[in-house]
C-alpha cells in the first residue's frame, strides 16, 4: 500500500510533480479557451438574433456545426487541418517545409469554438429575459447602442447566463482529456504514461478522478460567488 502511495510523490521516482505539470497544462488550457470561446458566443447570438437573414443564416450555422460534431473530431480537424492548410499555402508560394503546429495553441482554437457554440445557446436563453424595456430606458437617457450594451444589457445578461456558463465550463473542462490524442501533455497524458511505466492503473485513474473532481468542485464554488455578487443589485432593486 504504502510503496504504491509512494508512486505519488513528488520526489524522485514519484509520479506527483508529473500530475501536476498536467494539471496545470489542463487548467491552463480551459482558461484560455474562456475568452474568446465567450466573446465568440455572445456575438454568434447576437447573429442569431440580427434581422438580417444571411447573418442569422451564419449564426445557425455555426452553432449547429460545432455543437453537432463531436469534440474529438473537431480538434482533429483543427488540429491537422491547420497543418495542412498551412503547407500547401507555402507551396503555393513555393516554400516546400513540413508544418507542425503547436497542440495547445490548436487545441485552445478547437475548443474555443466548441465552448461558443454552446454559451451562444445560453446568450440567445438570456436575451429571452432581459425585456425589451432595458433598451428603451438606455435609449431615454441618451446612451449610445454601445454603451447601452456593454453598461446595462451585458450585466443583466450575465447574470442570467451564469447557470448555463458554469455547464458549459464544466464540459470544457471535461474535454480537455482529448488533448492527450495530439501528443499534448495534460492530466490524462500523465496519468496513461505513469500507468505504462508502472501498471498500477487504479492508482493513476483514481488520483485523475480526484485532480478533475477538485477542480469542479472549486469552479462551482467559484461560479457560486459569482451568481451572488451579480445578483445584489438585482436584489436590491427588487427589494
Known amino acids: ?57 451564419l449564426a445557425s450555422a455555426f452553432a449547429t456545426v460545432f455543437r453537432g460534431l463531436p469534440e474529438l473530431l473537431t480538434l482533429l480537424i483543427v488540429y491537422y487541418g491547420c497543418q495542412i492548410g498551412v503547407q500547401k499555402l507555402l507551396a503555393h508560394f513555393g516554400h516546400h517545409t513540413e508544418v507542425t503546429i503547436n497542440a495547445f495553441l490548436a487545441a485552445m482554437v478547437a475548443f474555443s469554438l466548441v465552448f461558443a457554440a454552446f454559451s451562444s445557446q445560453v446568450w440567445l436563453g438570456a436575451f429571452k429575459v432581459v425585456g425589451k424595456g432595458q433598451y428603451e430606458a438606455a435609449q431615454v437617457l441618451g446612451l449610445s447602442r454601445a454603451t447601452a450594451f456593454f453598461k446595462v444589457i451585458l450585466p443583466q445578461l450575465t447574470r442570467v447566463a451564469l447557470p448555463g456558463l458554469s455547464n458549459n465550463w464544466l464540459s470544457l473542462l471535461k474535454d480537455t482529456s482529448l488533448v492527450s490524442t495530439i501528443s499534448l501533455v495534460d492530466v490524462m497524458r500523465q496519468t496513461n504514461l505513469a500507468v ?44
Do not use: D, H, N
Open 1 to 57: 500500500m504504502f510503496e504504491q502511495l509512494a508512486l505519488l510523490s513528488l520526489g524522485e521516482g514519484g509520479w506527483g510533480m508529473a500530475l501536476l505539470a498536467g494539471a496545470l497544462v489542463t487548467l491552463s488550457l480551459a482558461l484560455a479557451c474562456v475568452p474568446l470561446g465567450l466573446s465568440l458566443g455572445l456575438i454568434v447570438a447576437l447573429g442569431a438574433r440580427s434581422p438580417r437573414r444571411w447573418r442569422r443564416g
Open 196 to 239: 505504462s511505466a508502472t501498471k498500477e492503473p487504479m492508482l493513476f485513474y483514481g488520483s485523475a478522478c480526484l485532480i478533475y473532481l477538485f477542480f469542479s468542485a472549486l469552479s462551482g464554488r467559484v461560479f457560486s460567488y459569482a451568481e451572488k455578487r451579480y445578483s445584489l443589485g438585482y436584489r436590491s432593486q427588487r427589494t
